[in-house]
């Protein structure tokens, strides 16, 4: 039986609170402050400075703004640095609209897919209240980016450019999740009157792509393609479709690419490649699948696929421990176990058992600094435009990236033997609630 705080054990804690030395002077700080800038250790960014042993040469960062779409800018990103340098083409950038509205589609779909499959579950079931707890987002993972390309390839951002919807995205997100909603409990009922579901969900997909379009506009079929290169010289490319400029212009085999992740949450084994179908927005297409290794071999790749002269896509909690302004990325940052008295430190694989952890961001790992052969800090490229950190790129010190860099994906010619090997075994299916969503 619950039991409930009584008016003594009150006064208790109020005892306790007036016998703690100086918590006038913290309560006034944390009043004022806040908790973080009142825990903040301001003297640890000495070692920070943006300097870099081992550093890939990129280009100006990209602004993602208001919306949910880090995982797909750090894609695109990571291709964009390859094809500037290939093409002598400065600051060139890919439509992150074009690919977000085939997401958005596609995730749709998904969706009502799920709706139909569990549809003879009450709407309370845990399965079907995770789908409908948010039927449309615009997060995602490498590999359901991954997937996009490979169906509908990429067009330059001067050919689809941003719109207001897609750099903010909270009112397209709230509107596409009230539709299909409303279209969850339709085909629900569709199906509990034994009526074929698909011709309802065709429609359904039919006023959804008609709300994208009003939202990012059609995606092009055909494009022409001008640039200069870095000596001026002018250079055209007319009638390419999206997937022929990916071909010619980026044309990397994203299946040579694995995503790596450390957890040590209990149930989850090393070397043990993971799935997460209820995730793979576009069926049919490439679904997500990570290895679970120690936090000493993703170290390890990441810091050979830098040395290598490749940039990084890893996903990460870029909330914790952090600084937005100062593009600061630090393990302790901040005190709050001094602060407020009391231990509240909890090792990884509790945090992630107890969603204290989750990966919450993506970036770009674009340098790293080695002494004696050990990283003491990262290049981060992040995709929050130039008014933060050191022109947009933050800098993670190694407590940091141990603590808080869950994911990385790591060309498979660069991994260990045991790490092909865990390639090689059947995929484990997280449910739809798991951390690692």
Known sequence: MAKSISFDQIASYKQDLAATPGSSAIAKAVQNVGPLAASRDTLGKADLEPVFSDEIATDDVTNQKQSGRCWLFSELNTMRHFSSAKFGIKNLEFSQAYNAFYDRLEKSNLFLEHIIATADRPITDREVAEYLAQPNGDGGQFDNAAALIAKYGVVPKSVMPETYHSSRTAALN???????????????????????????????????????????????????????????????????????????????????????????????????????????????????????????????????????????????????????????????????????????TLDKGNRFATRQAEVTHAMVLTGVNLVDGQPTKWKVENSWGKENGHDGYFVADEKWFTDYAYEVVIKKSLLTPEIKAALEKTPIALPAWDTLR
């Not at 002018?234 to 994203?254: C, E, Q, V």
């Not at 997460?276 to 936090?295: A, E, K």
């Open 174 to 344: 709230g509107t596409l999740n009230l539709k299909l909603r409303k279209d969850a409990i339709e085909l629900r009922k569709a199906i509990a009157d034994r009526q074929d579901p698909e011709t309802a969900k065709q429609a359904q997909l039919s006023d959804i792509y008609r709300i994208l379009a009003y939202a990012y506009g059609e995606p092009v079929k055909t494009f022409t393609f001008e640039y200069r290169d870095k000596d001026n010289n002018y250079h055209i490319d007319k009638d390419l479709t999206p997937k022929a400029f990916y071909d010619k212009y980026i044309g990397w085999d994203l299946d040579e690419y694995v995503t790596l992740v450390s957890t040590p949450e209990a149930g989850k084994e090393y070397y043990q490649p993971y799935n997460l179908p209820s995730q793979d927005t576009v069926v049919g297409g490439r679904p997500i699948t990570m290895v679970n290794v120690p936090r000493a071999d993703l170290e390890q790749m990441a810091i050979a696929q830098i040395k290598a002269g490749e940039t990084i896509w890893f996903g990460n909690d870029v909330g914790q421990s952090s600084e937005r302004k100062s593009g600061t990325l630090q393990g302790d940052l901040y005190d709050l176990s001094s602060l407020f008295g009391t231990d509240m």
